[in-house]
């Protein structure tokens, strides 16, 4: 073996057990606060199936006023993100299924985050956002 090829594996396998011990020294409950900090998600094409067969859950909105009046799902709540209040859903139980979206899934993921340390526990985010939405043609409201 030269020594290039030597010097090349020697380089690639410290490079991966470095990789191996930063993984092992990460904290567990880092990781776990990562694996919480995500809200269950949905599909597109699985939640435009569920508002054809007219499921029951609340939809709700957390784009700004003005993105919610360029086009929103059929029958979703306005709830805006930046005002964004517990009070704001208390008439919902919390056991209801609550689906929540924005523009790519950043804010309704937060909003989504807080519903379900409030205790509501059938929460999911609209994966992509209403840009995966509009994506695959799928069709938008106006009031």
Partial sequence: MSKKNLLFSLSTGLGLIVAVLFVLATPKKQILEQQVNKAPTIKAENLKQ??????????????????????????????????????????????????????????????GIQLLEAGFTNVHNLEGGMRSWKEKGFPVFYD
């Fill in 50 to 111: 569920r508002l054809q067969k007219e499921d029951e859950f609340v939809l709700l909105d957390t784009r700004s006023v003005d993105e919610y009046n360029t086009g929103h799902l059929k029958g979703a709540r306005f709830v805006n993100f930046e005002t964004f209040q517990l009070k704001d859903v208390e008439d919902i139980s919390k056991d209801k299924e609550i689906i929540v979206y924005c523009l790519s899934g950043g804010r309704s993921n937060q909003v």
